[in-house]
């Protein structure tokens, strides 16, 4: 049954000719990787999403910084499957799921209802940030899942350099050049050390006033006792180093207690310490998409500490064989919430319902295949860990950056990738997605005016 607007009855979807329908929720890895594994499938796939772009999350923090156009890194969900002529996206807004009557019902963004029934379930709604308790946090320290979260850090991070040019007053400058990122995972180290290369080694030949290089103040906050925690030590040892090398203030067994508007108050060993910043950036903590409590409503399913959901080996939820969940949203195996899992759930689980199409049942649960983690702590400067084998320095920057581009969609992204990243990290040493507005900056960031 195609897609319809529950008040007018206007069809969104095309008629089908009694084939299996496959409903994923989610444009993420995962549910890219389910429709692409169901190209050659006879079923019709339909990806319902909140947005009409596919986001490689890994590389969110370079738009953040002004390196990468937004578009690099998220092209058009339609253009992601535009070749494959079995599958459709629709944008739309899941609000609920009768997984008895085998219903999804969600809304358009001009306020329509919608409803779909499914032959085949996929919610792969990923994750979203976590908090632990302290949700007001989150006016003062965003976020990065979303572009939305990007765009509005950049104009952020812009507009406290933009307002140092102009602030006579030493303390007042000094709060606005101070950054304190909490989370020393991936995206805290990639963030910190976006930071300070645009402070140290792009906007000191652009400003006259303020010496961006000499009076940035860019800390780096984790509650643990390293950086990259799950990474092999001699990794977590060579992170903290050049991250101490480009100027960073690393901060272990440091946690945030408290924050404001201009302020961030920590706690150590040492005891409390409130430090004055503008600029505060949460990278500590994710929790499930609320598309997991959606789900968790069916009777036997569960949820964890963090709001995913307990999903069976085969990655389908108890009770509901034809509703599968994948990605960060799930608690399976203990699986880290990176991409890498959610790629390879999402391909199994189009190969457990091409299988079950042909009658087949008996297609083993799902099994992780570990390939590895990586960061990049500044140019040249990365860490990776693949195959038991681990790399610093320019060899794990040059694999960092080949792993990433290869999952990037499109030849024409990918090729642009490379050259943006020769051209502005090589040769001109300049960040050009740099463009704010006066109202944005009055806004603080926010992408519209206040």
């Not at 779909?116 to 940030?129: I, K, N, S």
């Not at 399976?332 to 390879?344: E, H």
Request: hydrophobic fraction near 45%.
């Amino acid at each position: 049954m195609p897609m319809t607007d529950q008040a007018s009855g206007s069809v969104l979807a095309p008629e089908t000719s009694g084939r299996h329908q496959v409903l994923v929720v989610g444009g993420g890895f995962g549910g890219v990787n389910v429709a692409k594994a169901l190209a050659h499938a006879d079923v019709d796939v339909t990806i319902a999403d909140r947005t009409n772009h596919h986001l490689f999350q890994p590389l969110l923090y370079q738009v953040a910084s002004g390196l990468l156009s937004e578009g690099l890194i998220a092209p058009p969900l339609r253009r992601a499957i535009k070749d494959q002529r079995n599958a459709r996206t629709v944008l739309a807004n899941v609000t609920h799921f009768d997984l008895d009557k085998h219903f999804v019902y969600g809304v358009t963004p001009d306020g329509r209802k919608l409803h779909r029934r499914y032959d085949t379930l996929v919610v792969a709604g990923g994750a979203t940030h976590a908090y632990f308790g302290n949700d007001h946090w989150a006016d003062f320290a965003p976020g990065m899942k979303t572009l939305g979260d990007a765009r509005k850090l950049r104009s952020h991070i812009l507009s406290a350099f933009e307002s140092a040019e102009t602030v006579p007053d030493p303390s007042l400058r000094k709060a606005l050049l101070t950054f304190v990122v909490v989370g020393a995972g991936p995206t805290g180290v990639e963030l910190v050390g976006q930071v300070a290369e645009l402070a140290k080694k792009v906007l000191p030949r652009e400003y006259r006033w303020v010496d961006t290089a000499k009076e940035i103040r860019v800390i780096l906050v984790e509650a643990g006792p390293a950086v990259l925690g799950p990474f092999h030590p001699k990794l977590q040892r060579y992170a903290r180093k050049n991250l101490v090398k480009l100027g960073v203030e690393v901060r272990t067994d440091t946690t945030a207690t408290d924050m404001d508007a201009d302020s961030i108050t920590v706690k150590s060993a040492a005891g409390l310490e409130k430090i004055n910043a503008r600029t505060k950036i949460w990278a500590a903590g994710v929790q499930a998409s609320p598309l997991a409590s959606m789900l968790a409503e069916a009777p036997g399913a569960e949820t964890d500490r963090a709001g995913r959901v307990v999903v069976l080996p085969d990655c389908t939820l108890p009770g509901h064989p034809e509703v599968f969940a994948i990605g960060d949203m799930v608690s399976l195996n203990k699986l880290p919430g990176v991409a890498q899992p959610a790629i390879q759930e999402g391909r199994y689980v189009g190969k457990v319902i091409r299988a079950r199409l042909d009658g087949d049942a008996n297609v083993p649960q799902f099994k992780y295949f570990d390939k590895g983690s990586m960061a990049t702590i500044g140019y040249r400067a990365a860490v990776a860990d693949a195959f038991g084998i681990r790399f610093t320095g320019s060899a794990g920057y040059l694999m960092w950056g080949f792993i990433h581009v290869l999952y990037l969609i499109g030849w024409g992204n990918r090729l642009s990738t490379l050259l943006v990243w020769q051209r502005s990290l090589v040769f001109t040493k300049n960040y050009p997605q740099r463009i704010i507005t006066f109202e944005q900056a009055r806004a603080g960031g926010s992408e519209e005016p206040a």
